[in-house]
């Protein structure tokens, strides 16, 4: 589970769904969709310090991305580490000063032909981002 610490900036709340800008970096600032409110839970609130987790499953990894696109986590990064088994890859990534982890298929790592050195995006949607309180 990829797991980086940020603040709190803003909430949007719309019944039981709250979206969330959290800022994890200067470069680094992400968005969550959560089943929750600012009344109804106390470490939700703009300042506060939360818990960015993903599953390294939902990181999706793009080279030469343009135009535009519906996610709103979309991040430049490095890639540091593969490690592949079978039919999984495990790419590790630097991005800003946090290490983000990636599991694709082998044969999307071969077919985009990635190398440890490449500069790559790493993507996640809001609805697959959690949050907790620090």
């Known amino acids: 589970m990829n797991n ?11 019944g039981n769904l709250s979206l969330v800008d959290i800022t994890v970096s200067e470069d680094i600032r992400m968005s969550a969709l ?12 703009a300042g506060k310090k939360a818990k ?15 135009g535009q696109i519906s996610l709103r ?3 430049m990064a490095t890639i540091t ?7 999984l890859a495990e790419i ?6 946090h290490e983000v982890v990636s599991i694709i298929t082998s044969r ?4 985009m032909e990635l190398k440890t050195g490449d500069q790559v995006e790493w993507l996640v949607k809001a609805n697959e981002v959690s949050l907790t309180g620090n």
Do not use: Y
């Open 4 to 14: 980086i610490l940020g603040t709190i900036t803003a909430i949007d709340t719309d």
């Open 52 to 66: 960015v987790l993903f599953k390294e499953t939902e990181v999706s990894i793009a080279r030469n991305l343009s």
């Open 34 to 45: 959560i089943v929750e409110t600012p009344e109804h839970c106390p470490w939700l609130k």
């Open 108 to 111: 999307s790592a071969q077919r």
């Open 81 to 87: 580490r593969i490690r592949s088994e079978g039919m």
């Open 73 to 75: 986590n979309r991040f």
């Open 92 to 97: 590790t990534l630097a991005s800003a000063e």
